[in-house]
């Protein structure tokens, strides 16, 4: 898609380019493989918004792995999670002793990822680290830090890569601000 596109018009800038995104996925795809040698880590994507950086993130770690999905949400067709999580897909397998890494878009208020990191660690996990693209700490409400991220980005609503509004702009190969008239907060 090129940068002109029509679905550009509603952004108010591009915050990290796909150039920049191949690159730090690269690097910290790297840095999973040093890290984990000798294990056979779990990966689990958050769906839908990781499922691009996911797709992207396990073909630039050079382990074998095990995959697998959840999809939760807190935050339905708003802009600001609710704080009631909710699991729409668990797990198709038991993780009894396994090392989990959660892949997710964002790391935000962090709400969705303490809960899921605790109800995993329950179900018996020997370890649990938190995987995302994005983190924007300035949003934090619980006590919670990515493990591994590629971007520390500012209080922004953003879309692109696998980020959305609404179930839009998923498809955008940047990241881009959002423009708040789409979001109706101007």
């Known amino acids: 898609m090129e940068r002109d596109a029509k679905i550009y018009g509603d952004l108010t800038q ?3 380019t796909r150039e920049e995104i191949h690159e730090a996925v690269k ?9 984990y040698q000798g294990k056979e880590p779990m990966l689990i994507g958050i769906l839908k918004g990781a499922v691009v ?29 609710t ?6 897909k668990d797990l198709d397998r038991d993780i009894t002793g396994m090392d989990i890494l959660i892949v997710e878009d964002i790391v935000d208020s962090g709400v969705t990822l303490n809960y899921l990191k605790t109800a995993l660690s329950n ?9 995302t693209l994005l983190d924007k700490p300035a949003r ?18 953003v879309v692109g890569y696998g980020l959305d509004y609404d179930e ?19």
């Open 83 to 88: 704080g009631v999580v909710k699991v729409l």
């Open 53 to 81: 950086f996911y797709s992207d993130l396990i073909r630039e770690i050079d382990l074998p792995l095990r995959t697998d999905f959840m999809a939760v949400s807190s935050y339905g067709s708003a802009t600001k999670t």
């Open 168 to 186: 839009k702009y998923r498809n955008l190969p940047d990241i881009g601000v959002l423009s708040p008239k789409v979001y109706g907060a101007e």
């Open 27 to 35: 690097a910290l795809g790297k840095r999973i493989t040093e890290d």
């Open 140 to 157: 934090r409400r619980v006590d919670l830090k990515a493990d591994y991220y590629c971007f520390q980005i500012p209080d922004e609503f």
């Open 123 to 131: 179900r018996g996990a020997r370890s649990i680290r938190i995987v």
């Open 14 to 16: 591009v915050l990290v």
